[in-house]
């Protein structure tokens, strides 16, 4: 597996506040349920993306 794959990034205002990389999709999934939680201030957003494939898999809120 490639331990870069599953990049987790938290933002604030468009700014990267917070971000990490997993070789594994359910605990890159378990970090944005984590993530939220922190998520505080306005235009905060969650996303996960597949780095191998550049899909995104979630965003936290989503799209409205």
Known sequence: MNPD???VTLTSVGRP???GWWDSESTARGK???WIG???????RVTLVDEETGT???TW????
């Open 38 to 44: 922190l998520s505080k201030g306005p235009g905060a």
């Open 5 to 7: 794959r599953f990049h």
């Open 61 to 64: 809120p989503g799209e409205a």
């Open 56 to 58: 995104v898999l979630t």
């Open 32 to 34: 944005v349920t984590e």
């Open 17 to 19: 506040t917070m971000h």
